[in-house]
């Protein structure tokens, strides 16, 4: 039986929408207010979902404890309250936009989460902004 779980997670991060190519002009000509030199901050809103078979042994899709300490370490503890363009590694020649974000996110925790289950990240860079990414 096929089945979908989800956490929700909470991170806080500052970013600058920019290419290093352009100038500072072109750059607010594209990116708006985002690409302020002196960056800007977002509060984050994750869902992580994993589809699968519930275990007929333990009646769980995934301990979703498991989840939630995944969550932690590769998510929350690696981005919150950084400075995603100088202190995230991924970011260094990537333009931290809420699509690049949530791909990075779920490029983590798919290393983490066993293959046998689907994943998929929606993140919300404000309540009317988000994303969802399924590693397509």
């Not at 072109?26 to 002196?38: T, Y």
């Not at 260094?92 to 809420?98: I, M, R, W």
């Not at 990075?104 to 902004?129: C, G, H, Q």
Request: glycine share 4%; proline share 3%; aromatic share 12%.
């Amino acid at each position: 039986m096929r089945i979908k779980a989800f956490r929700k997670a909470h991170f806080n991060a500052a970013h600058r929408l920019y290419r290093k190519d352009w100038s500072d002009e072109k750059n607010l000509q594209i990116f708006g207010k985002c690409s302020n030199p002196k960056y800007h901050g977002h509060n984050y809103e994750l869902v992580v979902g994993v589809i699968g078979d519930i275990d007929p042994e333990t009646g769980y899709l995934i301990d979703l404890k498991i989840l939630k300490d995944y969550i932690k370490t590769e998510v929350e503890d690696y981005m919150d309250h950084k400075n995603l363009n100088e202190e995230v590694l991924e970011f260094k020649d990537l333009n931290p936009t809420v699509e690049n974000i949530a791909v990075v996110i779920w490029n983590r925790l798919r290393k983490k989460i066993a293959s046998k289950f689907e994943i998929e990240v929606t993140l919300y860079e404000t309540p009317r902004n988000f994303v969802t990414y399924k590693g397509e």
